[in-house]
């Protein structure tokens, strides 16, 4: 690895209806996957400095593994809200950044969202509504993060609807 990694520490969540932990650590063989199906108290099942490590060949092997891990899985709902909170415990005592990609709207766990894609709200009155953010949970997590020093970028790569008007308190 780079010099420029030297310091720097590496951890990866991924999430639907369950919450998945890497273990990057040199040490082992490959990364090991623990799982949390709690999405309402989720918990961090290994220590911090197991989650996050400094980069390393187990990193490389997990961006080839996470593609073949999950593209036959029959799950399409997400829990962003948990694996958010669980995120932010991870850093909150060291600060840091978390590179968020969602690929469909939350509908399971905290911070869940129902659609609101309705072409008889436009051109109404109520189109106004579709601005607003439907919950205070993702501003929550933004106030949270701001002050443990934890920064947030979203990336979004849904084909369908996703409400980034709620969605967007989570990076101001």
């Known amino acids: ?8 520490r590496f951890g990866f969540i991924t999430y639907d209806t369950t919450i998945h932990f890497y273990s990057l650590d040199p040490s082992l063989k490959r990364p ?3 799982t949390v199906s709690d999405i309402e108290n989720p918990f961090v099942p290994i220590t911090t400095n ?4 400094p980069y390393s060949t187990n990193t490389e092997k997990l961006f080839e593994l996470i593609p073949t891990i999950f593209e036959s899985s029959p799950k399409t709902l997400s829990s962003l809200g948990a694996a958010l909170n669980v995120a932010m415990r991870v850093l909150e005592d060291t600060g840091g950044k ?6 469909s709207m939350p509908y399971y766990g905290p911070g869940y969202m129902k659609s609101r894609d309705s072409l008889s709200l436009l ?3 109520k189109e106004k509504q579709l ?3 439907q919950t205070e949970f993702y501003k929550t997590v933004a106030k949270f993060c701001a002050e443990k020093y934890i920064t947030v ?8 609807y996703t409400d980034l008007a709620t969605l967007s308190d989570l990076v101001k």
């Open 123 to 125: 051109g109404d009155d």
């Open 98 to 103: 978390l590179l968020v990609f969602q690929s």
């Open 1 to 8: 690895a780079s010099d420029v990694y030297k310091r720097q």
């Open 153 to 160: 970028d979203l990336f979004s790569f849904s084909s369908a």
């Open 50 to 53: 197991s989650i996050l490590t």
């Open 32 to 34: 090991h996957m623990m």
């Open 131 to 133: 601005h607003l953010p």
